[in-house]
């Protein structure tokens, strides 16, 4: 999980913008970053205050990757973590709160540690998703318009160039605004996220993504592959099933997850 931790914090300076003061940033470069930021599908422009739901992993997929091998649907570990229950929310700004309960009571030690870590390592995988979803659904993957950036253009589109925190962030957009490309670099580590974007009559949406990144103190790349199916819910485009390959130092995972049972807040 140290890796998928890695790579949440890098996804969290790749899509949360930057908030730093302005520069004198000219009209034009600004209309530009404006009419970026309204190319994406965005809920709270379309009058959504909150979202939440259940979260239903596909144990089977994961058993069968962990494992190697067919899952059958009576297999134990599979009757086991499905008593695990995962629900999420998220407001208008894009702020997660995530809770689970268990019907599961281990009394030995090893089995309270095993449910701790497996409770654990979904948390984090839907807090990652989450940090990636919020600035595309609900705020913005650009920086603030008034802020300090460099935008340049070319015959294909644009170059946005600026610094957040330690980071160093490069976005490379096509002329219609779609990104192409968003690559950091800091002295902790470097990495890459290039989205798959879907276009609707209200903007892009990202139905998956291509990450790499690596770590300045490890020699092995991580790799992540994510693919985000959606659903209409009163009227508004939320994700139905999420599915997340990972690869690293010759270890591979893969987690699949449902949202269900929406309950929608809306103005």
Request: glycine share 6%; net charge negative.
């Amino acid at each position: 999980m140290r890796n998928l931790k890695i790579a949440q914090a890098l996804l969290v300076a790749l899509l949360c913008g930057s908030s730093f003061t302005p520069r004198g940033i000219s009209t034009d470069k600004q209309d530009i970053l404006q009419a970026a930021q309204r190319s994406y599908y965005n809920l709270p422009r379309q009058g959504f205050i909150e979202f939440q739901c259940s979260v239903i992993p596909d144990w089977r997929a994961i058993l069968k990757e962990e494992l190697k091998s067919d899952i059958p649907a009576d297999h134990p570990g599979v009757k086991l973590l499905s008593k695990i229950h995962f629900w999420l929310s998220l407001d208008e700004k894009g702020s997660a709160k995530l809770t689970h309960q268990s019907d599961y009571a281990p009394t030995d030690l090893k089995s309270i540690e095993g449910l701790n870590q497996t409770i654990g390592g979904m948390e984090e995988v839907l807090t990652g998703f989450s940090h990636t979803m919020s600035p595309f659904l609900f705020t913005s993957p650009f920086p603030k318009v008034d802020s300090d950036y460099k935008l340049d253009e070319n015959q294909d589109g644009y170059q946005l160039s600026y610094r957040e925190g330690r980071f160093d962030i490069q976005t490379t957009m096509r002329k219609d605004f779609g990104i192409i490309q968003t690559k950091v670099t800091s002295p902790e580590l470097t990495g890459t996220v290039k989205p798959q974007l879907m276009k609707t009559d209200l903007g892009f949406l990202v139905i998956g993504y291509e990450g790499t990144y690596q770590p300045a103190s490890e020699s092995s790349t991580m790799r992540v592959s994510t693919q985000i199916d959606y659903k209409v819910v009163e009227g508004f485009q939320l994700p139905s099933e999420l599915k997340i390959d990972t690869a690293a130092s010759g270890s591979v995972h893969r987690i699949e997850v449902q949202f269900l049972d929406y309950q929608v807040k809306k103005r």
